[in-house]
């Protein structure tokens, strides 16, 4: 597995949600959850204490449609170019792992749609 590195900065990230108003509820880690650390994330603590978006809104439903029980939902989050959230490149093609306090990922939500092609 490749090591996740601090990237160049997107400016625009997807998360897969589970309703269309994206609370602060669904920018929680798995760590805050009290989850236990299950694969990748036994080697990559950032992958623990982060949550999963895209910098695709391709890959995003891609992988919706692969594991729907991630919700049916995506978020276009609009980063600002400031620092409130560590944003690392991880685990494949379009995929970032995102350190942030909830609430403050929720605030940075442009729009939500549903998890389709346009």
């Known amino acids: 597995m490749r090591e996740p590195t601090l990237a160049p900065r997107p400016s625009r990230l997807y998360r897969i949600v589970h309703t269309a108003d994206a ?15 299950r694969g990748p994330q036994e080697l990559d603590i950032r992958l623990y204490r982060g949550i999963s978006m895209y910098s ?24 600002p170019s400031f620092r409130y959230v560590e944003v690392h490149k991880s685990l494949g093609p379009n995929h970032y792992s995102v350190v942030g306090l909830p609430r403050v990922l929720a605030g940075m939500v442009h729009r939500v749609d549903r998890a389709a092609l346009k």
């Open 23 to 37: 609370t602060w509820e669904d920018f929680v880690s798995d760590e805050a959850k009290g989850k236990r650390k």
């Open 56 to 79: 695709s809104r391709r890959t995003a439903h891609e992988m919706q449609e692969r594991i729907p029980a991630l919700g049916a939902w995506l978020a276009e989050l609009l980063l």
